[in-house]
């Protein structure tokens, strides 16, 4: 079960992996391995999945692949477990063309960045969410993504939006996790504070937080499920011995280098792990992005082989 | 003329406003407005006109309704000066779906930024813009804008750039004209230098600029082609005080103050002012900006009448 | 006792707090209130102490004051715990200055930052930590505190010194655990890893860190010495409640708010409340800094009235 | 002459090199060198001169250091030009202290940055310019160096300051040309606005700039009186032919690449290329700067040659 009744209301928990998108060669969305990734995720028993995160290449997906990957989850999931959709774009007028899009597709809820690329104004930022709110009608979560968007959202701007009603949680991919605890502390009715840190997902639990968002739950759902049930049942030793093993997995991420951006090295290498664990049938990246060579791919394959994922 | 033929090529020069978008009260499109204003720029003696710029609140607009003003701008103006139309968008797949749609639309150009939102290398930078121009029609022109994009386009990437000739120029609102001379004097090649400073005009085409791509230019675009002409005729004097004249105006964009976002008080004091010259029938910004108050929209007109423009 | 002898090697462990500088109403260094405040920390139980860090504020005190805190505590001390010295300066040449001054005082270890001010290369901060290594007859430790520096000292440039013998140690004021825990997991000799986050303490011992270098600790020493020794204990519960008291009693540096710089906030709430308790003399900070009011004063006085320390 | 008396009070202006700090293989300051450096700048006929500037490697000279540089500097020059000394320190109360070494060495003036390190608020930072200005005896000019200082200043705080008298003038080093014009068109009465920009020199004094401290000037001091002084004369022409000339002889200072910090390339290429032009002894850079490799000083004699200094 990922939500939990609280008063009435529902709090999204667990495991709830950014599900990338396989990209053909041509780069089209390749609907039948992002179906096999879906039946790997629910295989590994998450609890819910996020479309069109940034670990889903969004940022480099035209609408028309956008609404394939949605139809293709949703219609595929079935209602088995909610589905998210990111509805990530520069301000309010065009998240909310998402928004409808994202509804209409059968999305349980809709996450959100702060407006981006525009000079924005904490004040902006509110009304930002307050619209989404009213539009969407499903949960509404902030996704705070100081690295894309440039802007982090304190702590107090989240709990006022949360009080009022407009936000039903936070995605919190800031990496701050002095600021997730004070969110955690902070809140007084149902919020589902995230952690989108995939190495510091341990600790989060126990402040607090309800669940995460890891990338790397695609590589490895099996290990952040089990990080979560340890967590849940009380086991932190075995939570941070979990949590231990995926910190060196996610040394993947770093294979890239210099010679690439973080996005090309980080979503590279999620794709290459799956292509080599047999999950997806071809491991591109959108353009303009650098694609890993073969030796990188091999020094992936090694690190995977160290998990006990080859 | 904004183009003058040399070696077969063509060079985009003068004056080419960056054109607001005129919104209704419920943040329609206002076309009998924006044609009246592209009607006041045309009068005003501009020598192209770029739409879907940052001024024209790009990042605000959903896709239908920047294929409105596409419309509405290459319509009305039926070939009398090239329009120049923005591919603002977070990667190269998303910005090409914009290519098409302006190519479509008969703009004369595009006009894109790095991609943004994404951790991106000068690797990927570069693919981005040469991707674009294979696509492309049409010249593009790179669009360096640091505030928003969070990336500067280093002079030896463009220099680059234009020497293949993927790129037919660059609108250059870093604000670093040390950068833009570098950009002036390496370039080989025709090469359009246009510069996205309001303040600074006199200066960069003394420094061999091309032309000027300026916001405050729908305020008052007669101002900025007599500052374009002088310096065309060598009259350096007349040049500099008629940019004096302009600097002293442009203060107009500092009267929203802390209270509000930068885009909010700039774009929403260009609309202003637009609306107290009659230009425009509602001053409204897109959403989630906040909207200048009775007194702001009070000192604004103080320095439009001080500027000789009430 | 603050380090645990492995392999003939020490290890720094427990709770250092940064040894805030009381000063005169004129702004000299108040040595009795200096003496009483490391009383005060002693008592609570503390195991080393940090003179000369940004909480002392280091960056405002010139060197004839720097040596009057430093003479003042190591001598005050006489041993009892080790004194580790802050040699806060832009560059190397300067920085040894420091460390020649610390070394001479009795310091037991220096604490450095990478060069700031300077636009600074990872090959010239590796040079920077070896040159102080070996010029320093103590442990160095790096203090990585980008909000100051405007650099981030990465986990892999860490471990090399570490591996290397050049750092004994770092203070992590980063605020991104999930490269606190990199660091921690990808050591391979003893090297103290000790977090400067006042509000993630437990976690980050749950990781493995050895000790907690915060601020707040002139406040509460107590809770922090409690906090470290529930986790030693395995006690995770009880130092998480602890941790959730102090998380609470955190909110006194927010109190400032936006009229003043963080700085001013921080340390005049540490000041204010050492004042409030009787430990010190006069709650001055040094100058640029904005005093706190006294309906500042007041709320800082129910926030500690709140977590049982008035 | 370098000050005009405009109604009592005197303007800096013209070329006002920083100069650099010559070093011994054993980086210790060559004084020799220094007294041949300052000749060569006199010789060039230079304005007044800036002594321990960040073209000074001032952030790498102990205090020691610092003042060698000034007594030498002073001495040797006698009163035939005003030198200027940088005070570059964290805060108020170190700047202090080398304002009173600077003033007891014969400073005509002093030049301070906004405080770093610390977390600064724009109140903490006028108070820092009014202490400075309190406590010198001589004029104090705002140095702009966002690069360095992480802070902006923006032309209403130092038009603020310029008006009650705090400040006699600003060396811009921001590159933000538009913020150097509305200080310029801003101020009351009179107000030194010198540019840091070797490469918009003659823009810079077209806008109504007073005066330029180049740290290229080093190098080829006469190119930039030549400069300044075709400018004054009004024969703007040939003071852009000769800008031209240095833009491409500033190319020197990108030679060392991404293999160093912009300090060590830019420093580093200065004091190659006064080394090659037989000024200094040696063209050591202070530690932990990298050192430039043989073929990287080759392509700076190169660009020397090809602008007429070798």
């Excluded at 490895?220 to 089990?226: A, F, K, L, T, W």
Aim: glycine share 10%; net charge negative; proline share 5%.
């Amino acid at each position: 079960m990922t939500t939990s009744d609280i008063a009435g209301s529902a709090t999204l928990t667990g495991v709830i992996p950014p599900v990338c998108t396989p990209l053909t060669p041509d780069h089209q969305v390749d609907t039948a391995s992002l179906t096999r990734l879906v039946d790997h995720l629910l295989a590994g028993g998450v609890d819910a999945l996020f479309v069109l995160g940034s670990s889903s290449e969004v940022a480099y997906l035209p609408d028309a692949q956008r609404k394939v990957v949605l139809d293709t989850v949703t219609g595929h999931v079935g209602g088995q477990v909610p589905v998210l959709a990111g509805v990530i774009d520069m301000t309010t007028p065009r998240v909310l063309e998402h928004v409808r899009v994202a509804v209409e597709a059968g999305a349980a809820g809709v996450v959100a960045t702060a407006p981006f690329y525009t000079r924005t104004h904490p004040t902006e930022i509110r009304t930002h969410f307050r619209m989404i709110a009213d539009a969407a009608e499903v949960p509404v979560y902030a996704y705070d993504l100081p690295v894309s968007v440039h802007t982090k959202l304190s702590a107090s701007l989240l709990l006022e939006l949360a009080d009022e009603g407009a936000l039903a949680g936070v995605k919190d991919s800031s990496g701050d996790d002095g600021g997730l605890r004070q969110v955690i502390m902070g809140r007084k009715a149902p919020f589902s504070v995230l952690t989108g840190s995939e190495v510091t997902v341990d600790s989060a639990l126990w402040m607090g937080a309800d669940g995460v968002v890891p990338g790397l739950g695609n590589v490895d759902p099996h290990g952040y499920v089990r990080l979560f049930g340890s967590a849940a049942r009380g086991d932190w030793e075995a939570a941070r011995k979990e949590q231990e093993r995926l910190v060196r997995l996610f040394e993947i991420i770093q294979v890239g280098g210099a010679r690439m951006g973080g996005s090309s090295s980080g979503l590279g290498a999620f794709k290459a792990a799956l292509h080599l664990r047999g999950v997806i049938d071809c491991p591109a990246t959108a353009l303009p992005q650098v694609p890993l060579n073969d030796d990188e791919v091999a020094q992936i394959g090694m690190l995977l082989a160290a998990a006990g994922l080859l």
